[in-house]
Each structure stands twice: as structure tokens, then as C-alpha cells.
């Protein structure tokens, strides 16, 4: 409750509080507001003081940016190049298989002395392997979650259906095709590398490859699966070596064609390569 505010006046500006301004005055009337009641003074009428907000710790700026879809698309291209590298030397050097069993074995233990003696025995292939591991588990990770992505941007599909036409075969089976290979490749490394499971045979000797593969490609079934995880793997990279270069910001319509040859050349050499070796061992032409 407030009270009635009193103007008081000095000499002869007091006319001013009755509203009689006199011709001669001079002084300004000042007015005491009067103060509220109930009204607190003091600490008390600022209330509670504010909670102190928590600094939220930044957090490193290449897990902000794996976090989008521009980063996931990068990380995807950046392994992509890596995995592409090592399949192409890998089919390379399974090359000497034509050179002979001696050849091809030395090949193999040349891979396990590199770097020595400076690092242990095997410890630069280990490293290699380590490296393509880290390679593929983010390839996988960011190619999965980048779908998930895209399923969360556009939670109801398509009205009318996708338009296949506008994409390729190979585009298409992108997804099921690497998940095919991935379980292919647990196949392939416990025959050739491990030595272990259904996947490998009786004969199977560490140390010698050439004996190894040729035991292996002599089982028909093993041998057509090769054939077809590898026409696969070429339809993979088709795909993948076409579209790295649009994921890391090179694309350019002047230059669509060199990118699709280049894609076209890169997956034939590797499927015909790949799929040489189990068709000379079962027409015999390695043995």
C-alpha cells in the first residue's frame, strides 16, 4: 500500500504544490516519494542467487566432426583409399603364384622380415594389419551409422517408390555387398592365415602359402565362393571408387568420365586377378 505523494515548496516556489505558478518564482518544488509498504531492503530483495551454470568441456574437434554427415562421408572415402591400396598389392603379390611354389613362399616370408632387424619378426606385417583393422572397423562404423542417419532424416519413406533407374546396380547392392564380404573375409583369413575352423584344410602348413592356396582352391565349393565374393568385391569398388572422390569434395561434371573409367578399370583389374587363381587351380594350370 502506498501513500499519497506531498510536494513541498522553498520560499516562493510553494505556490507549485496547489498548482498556482507564480510570475516571480524561481525555486523548484521537490517532491518525497513516499515508500511502499511491505517493501524489503537489503540482500533479502534480490531473492536466491542464481545456480552457477556447469562449463561444458568442448570436445575435440574430429569428434564434432566424425559426428556429421560430411565427416562420416569423409572417414568413409579417407579408409576406403587405404582398403582399396592394400587389396591391390594383395592381389599383386598373390601374383607370384604363376612364378612357382618357391617364389610365391619366399614372397610370403619377405612380408614377415620386413624392417628387421630393427623390429621383431612379423612385427611390420602385424603393423600393416593393425592399421587395415582400424581402416575397416571405421568403414564399417561410419558407413552404419551414416545409413542410420538417413533413416532418422526421413522416418517415412518413399510415397512412390525409389527410382532404381536413377541408380545403378551396383549403388544399390552397396550395402549388402559389403556385409557379404565382411563375413567372407572372417572365411578367407581362417583358411589362408589362421589355418583354423571348417575354413581351413587338413594340409594347411604355416609358412607356405603356395601350398596352402592351391590345397584350398582345389575344393570346388571354396573356389566358387572365391569366385563370387570377388565379383562382389569388384561391384563394391566400382561404387566406392567412383563415389570417394564426390565424399571428399572432387567431383566435378567435366571430369565425370574419367572418374567412372577410372572406377570401371580399378574393379576389373582387381576381379580379374582374384578370380585367376582359383580358376588355375581347378583347370590345372597350377598344381
Given at each position: 500500500?502506498?501513500?499519497?505523494?506531498?510536494?513541498?515548496?522553498?520560499?516562493?516556489?510553494?505556490?507549485?504544490?496547489?498548482?498556482?505558478?507564480?510570475?516571480?518564482?524561481?525555486?523548484?518544488?521537490?517532491?518525497v516519494?513516499?515508500?511502499?509498504?511491505?517493501?524489503?531492503?537489503?540482500?533479502?530483495?534480490?531473492?536466491?542467487?542464481?545456480?552457477?551454470?556447469?562449463?561444458?568441456?568442448?570436445?575435440?574437434?574430429?569428434?564434432?566432426?566424425?559426428?556429421?554427415?560430411?565427416?562420416?562421408?569423409?572417414?568413409?572415402?579417407?579408409?576406403?583409399?587405404?582398403?582399396?591400396?592394400?587389396?591391390?598389392?594383395?592381389?599383386?603379390?598373390?601374383?607370384?603364384?604363376?612364378?612357382?611354389?618357391?617364389?610365391?613362399?619366399?614372397?610370403?616370408?619377405?612380408?614377415?622380415?620386413?624392417?628387421s632387424p630393427?623390429?621383431?619378426?612379423?612385427?611390420?606385417?602385424?603393423?600393416?594389419?593393425?592399421?587395415?583393422?582400424?581402416?575397416?572397423?571405421?568403414?564399417?562404423?561410419?558407413?552404419?551409422?551414416?545409413?542410420?542417419?538417413?533413416?532418422?532424416?526421413?522416418?517415412?519413406?518413399?510415397?512412390?517408390?525409389?527410382?532404381?533407374?536413377?541408380?545403378?546396380?551396383?549403388?544399390?547392392?552397396?550395402?549388402?555387398?559389403?556385409?557379404?564380404?565382411?563375413?567372407?573375409?572372417?572365411?578367407?583369413?581362417?583358411?589362408?592365415?589362421?589355418?583354423?575352423?571348417?575354413?581351413?584344410?587338413?594340409?594347411?602348413?604355416?609358412?607356405?602359402?603356395?601350398?596352402n592356396?592351391?590345397?584350398?582352391?582345389?575344393?570346388?565349393?571354396?573356389?566358387?565362393?572365391?569366385?563370387?565374393?570377388?565379383?562382389?568385391?569388384?561391384?563394391?569398388?566400382?561404387?566406392?571408387?567412383?563415389s570417394?572422390?564426390?565424399?571428399?569434395?572432387?567431383?566435378?561434371?567435366?571430369?565425370?568420365?574419367?572418374?567412372?573409367?577410372?572406377?570401371?578399370?580399378?574393379?576389373?583389374?582387381?576381379?580379374?586377378?582374384?578370380?585367376?587363381?582359383?580358376?588355375?587351380?581347378?583347370?590345372?594350370?597350377?598344381e
Amino acid at each position: 500500500m502506498a501513500r499519497p505523494s506531498a510536494c513541498h515548496g522553498i520560499g516562493p516556489a510553494a505556490p507549485f504544490a496547489r498548482g498556482i505558478p507564480p510570475a516571480h518564482a524561481s525555486v523548484r518544488p521537490f517532491c518525497v516519494r513516499p515508500r511502499r509498504v511491505g517493501m524489503h531492503t537489503g540482500s533479502a530483495a534480490r531473492g536466491p542467487k542464481p545456480l552457477r551454470q556447469r562449463r561444458v568441456r568442448p570436445r575435440f574437434w574430429l569428434l564434432d566432426f566424425y559426428g556429421s554427415a560430411v565427416g562420416k562421408k569423409a572417414v568413409m572415402a579417407v579408409t576406403g583409399i587405404l582398403l582399396l591400396g592394400f587389396v591391390l598389392a594383395h592381389m599383386l603379390g598373390n601374383l607370384h603364384l604363376y612364378e612357382g611354389s618357391e617364389k610365391m613362399n619366399h614372397y610370403g616370408e619377405y612380408l614377415r622380415t620386413i624392417g628387421s632387424p630393427i623390429l621383431p619378426h612379423s612385427g611390420a606385417l602385424w603393423a600393416l594389419r593393425t592399421g587395415l583393422i582400424l581402416a575397416l572397423v571405421l568403414h564399417i562404423h561410419s558407413a552404419v551409422t551414416l545409413t542410420l542417419m538417413n533413416r532418422q532424416s526421413r522416418p517415412v519413406g518413399y510415397k512412390g517408390g525409389r527410382d532404381y533407374l536413377a541408380a545403378n546396380y551396383a549403388a544399390r547392392t552397396m550395402r549388402w555387398s559389403g556385409i557379404i564380404i565382411a563375413f567372407y573375409l572372417l572365411f578367407h583369413l581362417s583358411d589362408l592365415t589362421w589355418g583354423t575352423g571348417i575354413a581351413a584344410t587338413d594340409e594347411f602348413t604355416r609358412g607356405e602359402p603356395y601350398q596352402n592356396l592351391v590345397a584350398s582352391f582345389q575344393r570346388e565349393p571354396v573356389a566358387i565362393l572365391y569366385i563370387v565374393a570377388n565379383v562382389l568385391l569388384g561391384l563394391h569398388i566400382y561404387h566406392g571408387a567412383w563415389s570417394l572422390f564426390q565424399s571428399l569434395g572432387w567431383a566435378n561434371p567435366r571430369f565425370n568420365h574419367w572418374r567412372r573409367g577410372f572406377a570401371i578399370v580399378f574393379a576389373a583389374i582387381i576381379v580379374v586377378g582374384n578370380v585367376s587363381f582359383p580358376v588355375a587351380v581347378m583347370t590345372g594350370l597350377v598344381e
